[in-house]
């Protein structure tokens, strides 16, 4: 049971029993249960399963693991952390 | 897509490979435990892009192609009860049960529906207080808290005609339970990015140490695996070790605190049958006490049930990565998706159906 | 053909395995194996013919030296309006696209309707309404047609039958057997619009920009392509069972390979976020406008800038070429350079969720 995909939370609605959020997957839009994400915020994107948000995606990472990419195809070292 | 598109880059797939071919100087054989890794790993082709010395072994990542036989012929007879509203996730209809499946039922004139979220299943109960809403709680611990949240929903808001049949795996216990085995012959491991998401991969580190084999937390889009490879063969051949993070985008050593709590609140550690497979005790999540008002397992008497498995089907070894799904006698002959013996070729996440479906019934 | 079934709440069917069940499932109808097995082994074996045995999109038949092709198709598509049209457009389009997949020239059409007791007046209006604006759109003409009435609960709203007639210019012959090693094959515009915008608007996902049928006619698109070439092998268009399923019928009537490039297959965002949402592959998903084509490798660039140019062509690539090897199968280059297997689906497919 993985599949979990990014999207972008376009708005978000702590006003019922359930943290809500309106999230952006490539140009659908879904609500999604941000309950476990408290620290989550407005245009950040989040791991979304199943309808529920499991993890904030973290952008900076994500630069670095590309990074590393680019720098791979020069120095032919791989990435390890 | 974003965060999607960038992992599905042939130039940076290449990169990786370059890597691996430049790094890899003995025969290495590495397991991943993760329906989503197998099925994009041979929906891309990824393991003859791999130098021959890098082994891949699928293990037993699929949760619906260990769902024990007893709990799907569980599942077929509460589904056919008039009183009934039977929901799951889509996979989990066509697994073929001792004698029938949730397909059937459906045909037979079962109420059988498919639901994107546990949440969409409660919903069903709120709209249709005069039945029963089953929900068939299937998956390891990506899933587990998105259940939870439903059993915990319905306790908070009364909606009694709402339950559960739960059948939840976790993944550390079973990565046990196969290198526990003498026959195995894996050096290292790929763990399941989103099962980390939400678990972190702390524990994984008390594994390395017991059984001297390097992890590293891998995503789903054909470049993270191919880098989650890489990571792994540097490790292999630099005889490190460690539990390394390539999904660190999406997976952080704690994983989430609040899903973690929410998981247990709801539900509480039990031993588990996994199909194929057998026993792995600690293996399985059960509902709490405080919640068995919402267990269709003890809400449903549906009598004894003698589960009768295909002797032809060698799930078990495929799960455990001890065959690949083309040297089973019958792989693409008496079992194919359509006419499935076991689980793994019904499953669009089982090794044998990702081979059959993106191989040929020929492949090996 | 546009086959969806309907229950609220079920959404897209399970794909079923092939055993012999005792009864129709609603998998029979979904334009895969089980579909193209209940035809091949139930039913046309039954009334068996030379003009019926090919089982093309159309029959060709010779009437005293006139090539006529005759198709029909019956639609009970629910939701019946959808985004980019309704079930009359589609009955329309499917019909005059089947007819001029023979290389036909579209001329006559019938319409059978059976509606269901408490169908509303005012939707069978505007039904009837879109189908002639339809006819007018594709210069074919509604010549005959009746109308039924079933009880209330035996019908889903509106069941429609189309057939039509089609004259098929001298010299034209498409067929499997007419496809080679080394021929381009060639799709007029992106994958998956039909069946993402009917899952979509019965799942309830909203879009940013809605995404639309392609429900259209591929008359004039065909017209096109003959005007640049006379080396046409075989024209299909992809409705049910997608690309995928198409290609491989295709494959395995010619009985050559065919070879395709994932990176040269038009598919847009949005039909890939769908896509990606529900664990669909939009190989298998749903089309009605859209076109296959093979054609000569010398006539390939051509015919492109020829489709490119037709309205109903302006997405057009060559997503593929015909192959010696693995004849039957279709085989794929994928976007990280692997390979992998194109199968015929099962039954229809599944939301995945794992």
Redesign the interface.
């Given at each position: 049971?993985?599949?979990a995909?990014p999207g972008k939370i376009l708005s978000i609605d702590a006003s019922g029993p359930l943290r809500m959020g309106e999230i952006?997957?490539?140009?659908?839009?879904?609500e999604v249960c941000l309950e476990w994400v408290p620290e989550a915020e407005t245009g950040q994107y989040v791991i979304v399963h199943?309808g529920f948000a499991i993890g904030v995606l973290d952008e900076a990472e994500a630069r670095k693991t590309l990074d590393l990419f680019r720098e791979m195809g020069d120095s032919g070292m791989p990435a390890s952390e | 897509?974003k965060y999607?598109d960038e992992y599905?880059?042939?130039e940076t797939?290449?990169k990786c490979l370059d890597d691996i071919r430049r790094r890899v100087t003995r025969p290495w054989v590495i397991m991943e435990i993760c329906?989503?890794q197998t099925h994009t790993i041979?929906?891309?082709?990824?393991?003859?892009?791999l130098p021959s010395m890098v082994s891949l072994v699928h293990g037993p990542g699929?949760?619906?192609c260990v769902t024990p036989l007893e709990m799907i012929d569980r599942a077929i007879a509460i589904a056919s009860r008039r009183d009934v509203i039977f929901t799951s996730?889509?996979?989990m209809?066509?697994v073929?049960g001792s004698a029938s499946?949730l397909?059937?039922v459906?045909?037979a004139g079962g109420d059988?529906?498919?639901v994107?979220s546990p949440l969409d299943a409660l919903k069903?109960a709120e709209e249709n207080r005069a039945r029963h809403v089953v929900f068939f709680a299937v998956?390891f611990e990506t899933t587990a808290p998105a259940n939870a949240a439903a059993v915990r929903e319905a306790a908070l808001r009364g909606i009694k005609n709402f339950s559960v049949l739960c059948s939840h795996v976790l993944v550390p216990p079973a990565i046990s339970a196969i290198l526990d085995a003498p026959s195995n012959a894996i050096q290292a491991f790929l763990a399941a990015g989103h099962v980390c998401t939400v678990t972190g991969f702390e524990e994984y580190f008390p594994l390395a140490d017991r059984y001297r084999i390097p992890f590293v937390v891998t995503g789903f889009e054909?470049?993270d695996i191919?880098q989650g490879i890489a990571m792994a063969v540097h490790q292999l051949e630099e005889g490190r070790i460690d539990v390394e993070n390539q999904y660190a985008r999406a997976v952080r050593r704690e994983g989430n605190a609040a899903a973690k709590k929410l998981m247990s609140e709801v539900y509480e550690v039990t031993d588990r049958h996994w199909r194929g497979i057998g026993l792995i005790p600690h293996s399985g999540l059960k509902l709490r006490p405080e919640y068995h008002a919402h267990d269709a397992e003890r809400i449903f008497d549906v009598g004894a049930i003698t589960p009768a498995e295909s002797s032809a089907c060698i799930a078990g070894e495929v799960l455990r990565g001890l065959k690949k799904p083309g040297q089973c006698p019958a792989f693409g002959t008496a079992c194919?998706?359509?006419?499935?013996l076991g689980a793994p070729m019904?499953?669009?996440?089982g090794a044998c159906a990702a081979y059959?479906?993106?191989?040929?019934s020929a492949s090996g | 053909m546009g086959n969806d079934n309907s229950h609220p709440?079920?959404?897209?069917v399970?794909?079923?395995?092939?055993?012999r069940?005792p009864?129709i499932?609603?998998a029979h109808g979904s334009g895969g194996?089980l579909t193209d097995q209940l035809i091949r082994e139930l039913i046309a074996p039954v009334f068996s013919n030379p003009a019926l045995d090919p089982l093309h999109d159309g029959a060709l038949v010779d009437a005293g030296g006139v090539r006529l092709a005759f198709s029909t198709d019956s639609y009970v598509i629910n939701p019946i309006f959808f985004p980019g049209g309704d079930i009359g457009r589609l009955a329309v389009f499917g019909t005059v696209n089947d007819l001029a997949m023979c290389a036909a020239r579209p001329a006559w059409l019938s319409a059978g309707f059976i509606v269901e007791e408490g169908f509303p007046m005012e939707d069978l209006a505007r039904v009837v309404r879109s189908m002639n604006e339809a006819a007018l759109q594709a210069g074919v003409a509604i010549v005959t047609g009746d109308t039924k009435v079933v009880e209330r609960g035996k019908g889903d709203k509106i069941y429609i039958n189309t057939a039509g007639i089609g004259l098929v210019p001298g010299g034209r012959k498409v067929s499997p057997a007419a496809v080679r090693p080394g021929d381009a094959v060639l799709i007029n515009g992106a994958i998956g619009l039909h069946g993402v915008a009917v899952m979509?608007f019965r799942?309830g996902?909203?879009?940013?920009?809605q995404v639309e049928s392609d429900c259209a006619p591929l008359n004039t698109l065909v017209e096109d392509i003959y005007s640049v070439s006379p080396n046409v092998r075989m024209l299909r268009d992809p409705t049910r069972g997608g690309l995928a399923s198409a290609l491989n019928e295709i494959a395995r009537e010619a009985k050559r390979g065919i070879l395709l490039d994932e990176?040269a297959i038009p598919v847009t965002?949005?039909v890939?976020?769908?896509c990606?949402?529900?664990?669909l592959d939009p190989l298998y998903v749903a089309n009605e406008g859209k076109c296959l084509v093979f054609v000569s490798p010398g006539d390939a660039d051509a015919v492109l800038s020829a489709m490119r140019k037709n309205p109903a062509g302006k997405g057009s690539a060559i997503i593929g070429t015909v192959t010696e090897t693995h004849p039957g199968?279709v085989t794929m280059k994928?976007?990280?350079?692997?390979?992998?297997?194109v199968?015929m689906m099962?039954?229809e497919q599944?939301?995945?969720?794992?």
């Open positions: 049971m993985c599949l995909i952006d997957f490539g140009g659908i839009r879904k199943v | 897509m999607i599905r880059s042939r797939a290449e329906g989503g041979v929906r891309y082709g990824l393991e003859d892009l699929c949760p619906v996730f889509g996979d209809l066509r073929p499946d397909l059937s459906r045909a059988v529906r498919i994107y069903i998956g054909p470049v191919l194919t998706p359509e006419h499935p019904v499953s669009s996440e059959f479906h993106y191989r040929g | 709440f079920t959404g897209p399970c794909p079923v395995p092939l055993q069940y009864q499932l609603l194996k979509s799942e996902l909203r879009f940013s920009s990176h965002e949005e890939r976020a769908a990606e949402l529900l664990g199968r994928t976007l990280v350079g692997g390979d992998r297997i199968d099962s039954g599944l939301p995945r969720i794992c």
